[in-house]
T-cell receptor, first 111, second 115 residues
């Protein structure tokens, strides 16, 4: 079953913050975040593994709460280049084989 | 340049006419996978391969076949395409380490229309 992402879409002004949530009905081992710009392939952002860690680089970070089977992606002081569709992918085992992606969150950053 | 390539990039075909979408990676990755992308449904995994001659079904394998005879290639075969297979298809590859997930590198996508 696909994880559920929320919100489905969000519009921001440059410099504003956003949070994208990813929730699964299954126990999770890992959560992967990707960003896809219009007409392009998805591009990897980060992976979070079981252990409840938080990761980040630049102004994009993420958390993983394995007990709640949820992950959140935090975009701070958004830039125009952050626009795109964000996908979370969830893995339920450590075999590293199957990923199940959510339906995506469309983010638009305006000047 | 490290990359995943797919061919063709665009294809319009008719119901029932067999087709193959090729995927090739030059990064010596063990893991390869096919996804289809439809509006509102995100990326859904069709098939994946952990290594040569090892393939397994993803979430939506019906109507598709794959093979992995060489490490670098992972073609997607539609033996009798139907209109509900009209979609954007992505191939992806990843190095595989035991008990560790890795970043997947996606190809540019193939837009398929079945009439």
């Amino acid at each position: 079953q696909q994880p559920v992402q929320s919100p489905q879409a969000v519009i921001l002004r440059e410099g504003e913050d956003a949070v994208i949530n990813c929730s699964s009905s299954k126990a999770l081992y890992s959560v992967h975040w990707y960003r896809q710009k219009h007409g392009e392939a998805p591009v990897f952002l980060m992976i979070l593994l079981k252990g409840g860690e938080q990761k980040g680089h630049d102004k994009i970070s993420a958390s993983f709460n394995e007990k709640k089977q949820q992950s959140s992606l935090y975009l701070t002081a958004s830039q125009l280049s952050y626009s795109g569709t964000y996908f979370c992918g969830t893995g339920s085992n450590n075999a590293g084989n199957m990923l199940t992606f959510g339906g995506g969150t469309r983010l638009m950053v305006k000047p | 340049e490290a990359q995943v390539t797919q061919n063709p990039r665009y294809l319009i075909t008719v119901t029932g006419k067999k087709l193959t979408v090729t995927c090739s990676q030059n990064m010596n990755h063990e893991y390869m996978s096919w996804y289809r992308q439809d509006p509102g449904l995100g990326l859904r995994q069709i098939y994946y391969s952990m290594n040569v001659e090892v393939t397994d079904k993803g979430d939506v394998p019906e109507g598709y076949k794959v093979s992995r005879k060489e490490k670098r290639n992972f073609p997607l075969i539609l033996e009798s395409p139907s209109p509900n297979q009209t979609s954007l298809y992505f191939c992806a590859s990843s190095p595989r380490l035991a008990e560790t997930y890795n970043e997947q590198f996606f190809g540019p996508g193939t837009r398929l229309t079945v009439l």
